[in-house]
């Protein structure tokens, strides 16, 4: 686990020009600056007290170069992010960062794009966000920019960098291009880069939320939020789904949705037999909800896809099957003989199984490669 | 002759490579390369049909829904199924949406700063500018204050000495030809889109989930019950919602951005003469108004389905998906045969690089360039996109459409010639998201009176368990992505994927050339193109930017290797 770890770079320096100063040319008040900082400090999971303590750092740091890398991508992740509302405006959390390079949104081509990138990574300390899985395959010749390859423009990047941050399943766990038969060879970017911190933010795509979050603790606290085994911070990663599921009483109390369209789905009953991976899956989706905490996937009524999981486009699937019985932990059984202790131990094996899943898949990932 | 190379191409979606000779001050050829592949075709293979879509949505994130609403009706149609009018009716208003804001986005965010000197708007005044937005439009936020302020975020953000994503772009450029105050009202509305975007994007949270890559769609209808009695099922409250989202979407679309293309295009007007291309379009049409189940006989499309050949406005030809096939000749792929065409359904894949090593300078042109493969209807390059949409449209004698192309035609005071152009693609797109917008409304006032007939079906249940299927099938999908026609095809065998295939806008629009040496739209799009200066290559951007390309759409192919079957089953 990367617990607390100290990251000295550009974004210490503080300035007249910091982001307090910024938001009012916006007309932001401070007010309106507190309200942000606070929903932010929520979204950590810090103490109230914190607040205060993240709008002093925000107030005066300048904004931390970034350069967000696209590489076997759907830009799912980069419009993610240009849905970001909390705080009020799109372009306050814009100009959190100074995103000088991003193929999406840039205004330069070309030449004049790759260097704006190089400038950036020779004055170092910069954020390095990611997008998209990289193909390692046949010297990686299936993504290419500029006439480079991904590995080659990541490894680039990554050095002098103050972290990375691998936003959606793809840069972070290899995602879609990397589910079986894996043709290209893609993997995430923890595989690749050494010697920088890599924080992953996964999800299909990542609820910008949590970038944000992210980019604000490591401005407040000089240092990147506690990570699990997966290198997903527990802030966002460090419950189940099922465990702050709305429909959860439904499943306690053995209502399910049997059929698409049915009474019980029309009432908002458990998905569980639907196929929902929500008992699986590690992610504050119930909690933050998406798109200025309008709805998220279960609360539109279709299961959850575990998203978030290493390797869920091979081990979640198929999507509409309902979890496996765990020998002993039945959540099948305990959805016909109902039972809330039973239902409470079904939740720990159903645990313990998603991690047995995901060693085995990295296992067998090992035997092919 | 010299090469100009642009890569990357920027505010795309993907990763495209554009190489360019160019004569004397014009594009007298041009190559165009999809320069990234991840091969979700072999990954389908071998899995669950009704998870397809999951997977082909994330072809793309940007336009989020088009590849979910193409594969579940392809394997409905494989399966013979016919989804209850909700289903139909909440498809039509969350791909309508998805039109509306994506067609901003592009337009603001992707393409004005080809148009637009962000720099020069620091000369503007303020009061100058007020007087240019009220004449255009009563839009609200046009006081000489309101772009004061404007002007004074600007300008900190340049003295901030962290321009971001303006850092090192083409500001100056001699074909910037804008006055100042013009500029400022653009990067006014550059902001003010960006804000928009998001607000009127969350129908689809309410609809599917989240957005983007919503989680909504089921083969048979859709995920997100109706029930006007539940708080958990589409009701009066969500509806309401819904409709105020799209009249702000609306008021945006007829107040700023129509406006704004009218006020721009004046001073473009040379543009109505550079990157005709092709002068072939095709349209696989949407919005199905009826019910029914086929999709080579989809009901009556709102945006009619047709060919249109040699610019030819006063014929629709009728379309027959069997007349797709694809070339891989100048493709990093292998046939049997490289100089024969294959339909998607034999969809045969197989990469062959041949490229030059990585890292390289320029890409062999004369052999295999490109990711993309080159698909032809009956042989013929076309280009898909809005503008085949709005011609098809035009042609057939669509009402909405025939209004607002006459009137925007009456107002820059050019002929329908101009429209096969960079500038009339920009103004076509223009034209649909007014169109669309306009149906945001009543398509939900539709939904609301299906649902008070007391019809709260979604899904179509016979056909949702595998053991009801045949054992084989195959079938075919079909939509206009805001970018163009998109065909996905299926086959189904023992209930899995035996082969998919997907044949999307940019394939058709960045293709490279086939067999016979035909080029693909933006190839054939830019010879003629001015260049000013080779180093700052902006016009070839404009012409490439009007087709808003999306190459993670394009690039998807790969070997026809079986697929381990890899299930969690039993721990
Ligand atoms: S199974 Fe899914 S829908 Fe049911 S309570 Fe758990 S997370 Fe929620």
Partial sequence: ?369 | MPRVVIDPVTRIEGHLRIEAEVSGRNVASAWSSGTMFRGLETILKGRDPRDAWLFTQRICGVCTTVHAICSVRAVEDALGIQIPPNARMIRNIIEGIQYVQDHVIHFYHLHALDWVDIVKALDADPAKTSQLAQSISDWPKSSAAYFKGVKERVQAFVKSGQLGPFANAYWGHPAYKLPPEANLMAVAHYLEALEWQREVIKAHAILGGKNPHLQTYLVGGMSCPVDPNSQAGLNADSIAYLKELFAKAKEFVEKVYLPDVLAVAPFYLDWAKVGEGLGNFLSFGDFPLTDTKSSDDPGDLFLPRGVILNRDLKTVHPVDQKKVAEYVTHSWYSYEDDKKSKHPWEGETRPNYTGPKPPYKYLNVDGKYSWLKAPRYDDKAVEVGPLARMLVAYAAGHPRVKHWIDAVLAKLRVGPEALFSTLGRTAARCIETVVIAEQLIPWTDELAANISKGDLRIHEQKHWEPSTWPKEAEGWGWTEAPRGALGHWVRIKDGKIENYQCIVPTTWNASPRDASGQPGAYEAALVGTPVADPEKPLEILRTIHSFDPCIACAVHMVEPRGRKTFYISGC
């Fill in chain 1, 1 to 369: 686990m990367a617990k607390g770890r100290r990251i000295v770079s550009i974004s210490e320096t503080a300035g007249a020009d910091g982001m307090l100063a910024m938001l009012k040319h916006k007309g932001v008040s401070r007010r309106e600056f507190l309200r942000f900082c606070a929903v932010i400090g929520a979204t950590l999971a810090v103490p109230v007290e914190m607040v205060g303590k993240i709008a002093d750092a925000l107030a005066s740091v300048r904004r931390p170069p970034v350069i967000w890398l696209e590489f076997q991508d759907c830009a799912g992740c980069t419009e993610s992010f240009l849905r970001a509302s909390r705080p009020t405006v799109a372009e306050i959390v814009l100009d959190l960062l100074s995103v000088d390079y991003h193929e999406t949104i840039m205004a330069a081509a070309g030449r004049q794009a790759e260097e704006a990138r190089e400038a950036t990574i020779k004055t170092g300390g910069h954020l390095v966000i990611v997008e998209g899985s990289i193909p390692i395959k046949d010297g990686g010749l299936y993504c290419c920019v500029g006439g480079r390859t991904a590995m080659e423009i990541l490894s680039e990047a990554t050095r002098g960098a103050a972290a990375v941050i691998a936003v959606g399943n793809c840069a972070a766990f290899g995602g879609l291009a990397a589910a079986e038969p894996n043709p290209t060879g893609a993997v995430g970017v923890r595989d690749l880069v050494k010697g920088v911190p890599v924080i992953n933010l996964p999800g299909c795509p990542v609820n910008a939320i949590n970038i944000t979050a992210t980019v604000v603790h490591y401005l407040t606290f000089k240092s990147l939020p506690e990570l699990d085994a997966w290198g997903r911070p527990l802030f966002a990663y460090g419950k189940r789904i099922h465990d702050n599921c709305e429909r959860r009483a439904h499943f306690d109390a053995g209502q399910f949705v049997e059929a698409w369209g049915d009474e019980g789905h029309r009432k908002g009953w458990c998905l569980y037999k639907m196929g929902c991976k929500g008992p699986e899956t590690y992610s504050n989706c119930p909690t933050v909800r998406w798109n200025e905490g309008i709805n998220w996937p279960v609360g539109a009524g279709h299961g959850c896809v575990g998203c978030t999981q290493p390797g869920f486009w091979d081990t979640m699937t198929p999507f509409y099957r309902r979890l496996p019985t765990v020998p002993g932990f039945s959540v099948e059984s305990t959805a016909d003989k109902i039972g809330l202790g039973l239902a409470a131990a079904a939740a720990v094996g159903v645990a313990a199984h998603a991690v047995a899943s995901s060693v085995r898949r990295k296992t067998k990932g090992t035997e092919e490669s």
